[in-house]
């Protein structure tokens, strides 16, 4: 965040993500509800969301993390995607959900899926905070939506700028302007 000025204006708020969230929580528990899940979160970006959607649901659910890479640069994707941390369990058999922070274009969680029924689950399905649907390059069904934004940089509730951020407990959109200073206006 060098030489940057930031400015936010916040999007969704707090009551607004905890709300959604727990209305997701409760789907998913309704469409399992003789059953456990697997969440896979993607880091970084998922861990705030996959924690607060974890605490509400209400059937058992086991939780990992997969780490994927698909950044050129700090803000757009390459669309070639990397796994840089893999799930350690064995999903044969399990009901799969991977826990997104937000769907761009639709490309890392295409090949995420298509990477996990590799492994004999019982079913894979896609759960994201946020989505853009105006982004999308790839046809993809997303099962659980917190909310459709804008094609704007977003940031917050683990989103982040430049590793910067996460830890807002709302989600902003940004506008990025040289300045001397780094701050968040």
């Known amino acids: 965040m060098k030489n940057q000025l930031l400015k936010v204006q ?5 009551d607004e993500l905890r709300d959604r969230i727990k209305e997701m929580a409760a789907q998913i528990s309704a469409d399992y509800k003789d059953e456990s899940v697997y969440l896979v ?3 970084k970006g998922a861990f705030m969301f996959m924690a607060e959607l974890c605490r509400h649901i209400t059937i058992s659910c086991e939780c990992s993390f997969l ?12 669309g070639k995607v990397k796994i840089t941390k893999d799930i350690e369990e064995d999903i044969e058999g399990k009901n799969v959900i991977i826990i997104e922070d937000i769907i761009d274009t639709g490309v890392t969680l295409s090949f995420l899926k298509e990477y996990m029924k590799t492994r004999s689950p019982k079913s894979v399905k896609i759960c994201s905070l946020l989505s853009k649907p105006s982004c999308r390059k790839v046809e993809l069904d997303i099962d659980y939506v917190g909310f459709e934004i804008p094609n704007e940089f977003v940031i917050g509730f683990g989103l982040d700028y430049e590793q910067y951020l996460r830890n807002l407990p709302y989600v902003a959109s940004v506008l990025i302007s040289p300045h001397p200073h780094s701050t968040v206006s």
């Open 67 to 78: 780490g994927v890479s698909s950044y050129g640069n700090e803000k757009t994707t390459s």
């Open 41 to 43: 979160g993607i880091l």
């Open 10 to 14: 916040k999007i969704i708020s707090e």
